[in-house]
């Protein structure tokens, strides 16, 4: 069975400090893909990343980077000078790749605040 | 594109009452999903569409129905409403595969009183 694991329920950094969000995975598959999503205030699930489970290179795109580790079943999200519209739930979430089984298994969430 | 709509944004119900939720997506979209968002639980699968005319069970099904009669819309029905319905519901849409980028629409704010 597919479980995410965001042990960080809530987080809450001063504006221009780096935080990393922590999401641990469980799978059986050997082909999977995992994702970040952003919740802003305004409710709407937005979309930052997807990655497929045989590419570990770790990603970045301006302040967000992803570290993705299959030795530790982890797929990490940092933001790096944290700004107050970062402020948000992020989820992580994980997709088996076969068909008949089509779900996407989200994690818990994180809560970050950032403190202007 | 307007993406994926939901209708409505809002509503209260009375326990026992029936209801259906709306999603509409105008990107051509093989699969549909239907999630709800608790406090603390992140968002959990109700039920899921890979195609017009077919519908499965997400993770949590019961009290719950859905319909998808036509390809662009995924219905979501709640025959007796109870206050643990009470809820933020999602739907979601995926291009051509399941483990695409979701799409999202704005969400449903329901109350069972």
């Known amino acids: 069975a597919q479980k995410v694991t965001q042990a960080q329920t809530e987080i809450s950094v001063v504006e221009k400090e780096d935080v990393t969000l922590d999401c641990v995975y469980e799978?059986?598959?050997?082909?999977?893909?995992l994702f970040w999503y952003k919740q802003p205030p305004s409710g709407e699930l937005v979309f930052l990343i997807r990655?497929?489970?045989?590419?570990?290179q770790n990603e970045i795109s301006g302040r967000y980077s992803w570290n993705f580790q299959k030795s530790t079943s982890s797929f990490n999200f940092t933001i790096t000078a944290s700004q107050v519209v970062d402020s948000a739930v992020y989820f992580c979430?994980?997709?088996?790749?076969?068909?008949?089984?089509?779900?996407?298994?989200f994690g818990t969430g994180t809560r970050l605040t950032i403190i202007p | 594109n307007a993406g994926v709509t939901q209708t409505p944004k809002f509503r209260v119900l009375k326990t026992g009452q029936s209801m259906t939720l709306l999603c509409a997506q105008d990107?051509?979209?093989?699969?549909m999903y239907w999630y709800r968002q608790d406090p603390g639980m992140g968002l959990r699968l109700i039920h899921y569409?890979?195609?017009?005319?077919?519908?499965a069970k997400g993770e949590v099904p019961d009290g719950y129905n859905v319909s998808r009669l036509k390809k662009q819309n995924f219905l979501l029905g709640l025959e007796s409403a109870a206050p643990s319905q009470t809820s933020v519901y999602f739907c979601?849409?995926?291009?051509?595969?399941?483990?695409?980028?979701?799409?999202f629409g704005p969400g449903t704010r329901l109350t069972v009183l």
């Open positions: 979601a849409s995926t291009d051509s595969t399941p483990w695409d980028e979701q799409f």
């Open positions: 799978t059986r598959d050997t082909t999977y893909y």
């Open positions: 990655r497929n489970s045989f590419d570990e």
């Open positions: 979430a994980l997709s088996e790749a076969n068909f008949g089984n089509e779900k996407l298994t």
């Open positions: 990107m051509n979209h093989e699969y």
């Open positions: 569409s890979v195609g017009e005319g077919t519908t």
